[in-house]
């Protein structure tokens, strides 16, 4: 994008919940608004669009937010997910930043097979496959990525995902299950898609994933990132709140 667009003005982000109302009911919502009020603080504007089964897909997405469901949810979606398989692949091989939490990162893969032979087909955008377990995977998460540091999380889910070598963990677990039982890592990373299964929500304890988001989709449209130059105050309240926060997460028993 020319610099004669962004000294124009527009400076808008355009962020894209993806199933709101079938797939957001562990506080997935609060990834939207850290992003939104993170793009606030570095001089951008976020237009939040809503997509949900039989809506018109937006033709301009900068950033795409999925959040977690319970498997009824994940079937009322399933055809109209499929029906968009293209279209998302195609967004997240342009390097679209997305953020996709347990339940549609389960979608996101190859398949989920519920613990009842249940087979939900998957869109195929990450290299991964999950089959449903009669154990429920419950508690605080601390794991540490390379990328992002210590992440912080809760999990909730009886699903137990592998990943394929297409993909890469996006942390290993310290405390907490994460993706399965075995393998000791949680979430996974694909180009600018960040998939995990840790709610909370997941982005005001881990600014540094929010950041990267952001930062992807601003250069990705803009050609590159310019934040507006915050008040000195205002950046080192800012620190000290998300370190507050980390490390109250940090101290919590599994």
Known sequence: MSEDRIAAGNRSI??????????????DWGNVLVLK???????????????????????????????????????VIQEDLQ?????????????????AICGLYQLFGRFFKTHTGTVIPGIGLLDLETHGGTERLIGNVLSVS??????????????????????????????GEGNNSKDNYEGARYRNVVASYLHGSLL???PAIADFLIQQAVTRKFGSFEPAPPSPGDLDELARLSELARQHAGQRPR
Not at 83 to 99: C, G, I, K, N, Q
Not at 150 to 167: A, C, D, K, R
């Open 14 to 27: 355009n962020i894209l919940q993806l199933y709101p109302r079938e797939m957001n009911i562990y506080g």
């Open 37 to 75: 009020q993170r793009l606030k603080w570095n001089g951008y504007t976020a237009n939040v669009l809503e997509y949900n089964v039989g809506d018109d897909f937006p033709a301009d997405v900068d950033l795409l937010v999925g959040g977690g469901g319970q498997d009824s949810g994940q079937v």
């Open 83 to 99: 029906s968009l398989a293209p279209t998302l692949r195609a967004l997240a091989e342009d390097d679209v930043p997305m953020l």
């Open 146 to 175: 390379e990328e992002f540091g210590e992440i912080h999380g809760y999990e909730n889910h009886s699903g137990q995902t592998f990943l394929g070598p297409g993909v890469k963990p996006l942390a290993e677990v310290r405390k």
């Open 204 to 206: 005001p304890k881990n």
